[in-house]
């Protein structure tokens, strides 16, 4: 964010006064979601909407994907970490007292599967990071399971996790119950069954690395920013 006068709100209560935007974020902080998806939520026209959309990508707390389904379709994601930074910020301007500087960890240990297309890399990976920040009961699985990539193996011991996983089919965990059940494939969350006991339903939209011509720094990419959404996920919610 940049910087601001002292005599004025800063720009992330600016942003987050409007409340319809304040709607969006709210969902966004949830999931991500395609437009059609905001504007049932929030009851608002897609022109409204997408204008709002854009006032958020301007001060870059929200960005854009395409969809790796369907190319037409577009995923907004609400940046966390920035978030977190510019209520720092907006904290800190108030009173010096009142500057965080993020996101408070707070362990969990909830029942959370993930999910992608070939339980190869981001799902495995995924599970791995939230069982390494706080012992929970993690699983993966795939729609079209594939042998675990040596990238994802290599990226997660960066973060001194030694990743091993037998490649695991959706339909074989579909009866058990998690408190969590998270898409990181556009793919998958669309032929994703129903899970027993009412889990909570996320999607993140992570581009999946193995199509990526980087080869392994895509992986590290991925790492990185499922290393970040799994820290504000037992920060807030998963406890």
């Known amino acids: 964010m940049p910087d601001?006068?002292?005599?004025t709100p800063p720009p992330f209560v600016r942003l987050a006064s409007d409340p319809l935007r304040w709607r969006l974020l709210q969902e966004l902080a949830?999931?991500?979601r395609r437009v059609r998806e905001l504007v049932d939520a929030v009851s608002q026209p897609q022109n409204l909407v997408s204008y709002h959309l854009r006032k958020l990508r301007t001060a870059e707390l929200v960005t854009a994907r395409r969809s790796s389904f369907d190319?037409?379709?577009t995923y907004y994601?609400?940046?966390l970490r920035r978030c977190a930074d510019a209520l720092a910020?907006?904290?800190?301007a108030l009173h010096p007292a009142l500057g965080t500087g993020g996101a408070e960890r707070k362990p969990g240990r909830p029942r959370v599967l993930f999910l992608c297309t070939g339980n190869s890399g981001?799902?495995?990976m995924a599970a791995a990071l939230l069982r390494h920040r706080t012992g929970a009961e993690a699983a993966s699985a795939g729609s079209h399971p594939k042998p675990l990539n040596p990238h994802a193996v290599r990226a997660m011991a960066e973060y001194g996790i030694t990743l091993?996983?037998?490649p695991t089919h959706l339909d074989s965990v579909r009866r058990r119950r998690f408190e969590w059940v998270i898409s990181l494939c556009d793919r998958v969350r669309e032929v994703a069954p129903e899970f027993p006991g009412r889990p909570r339903v996320v999607h993140?939209?992570?581009p999946d690395p193995a199509r990526d011509a980087d080869g392994f720094p895509a992986f590290q990419r991925v790492a990185a920013e499922l290393d970040t959404r799994i820290g504000f996920l037992t920060a807030a919610d998963v406890r």
């Open 4 to 7: 601001f006068d002292a005599s």
């Open 30 to 32: 949830r999931s991500d």
């Open 71 to 73: 190319g037409r379709d």
């Open 77 to 79: 994601h609400l940046d």
């Open 89 to 92: 910020e907006a904290g800190t």
């Open 122 to 124: 981001r799902s495995p």
């Open 164 to 166: 091993t996983h037998e």
């Open 204 to 206: 993140w939209s992570i």
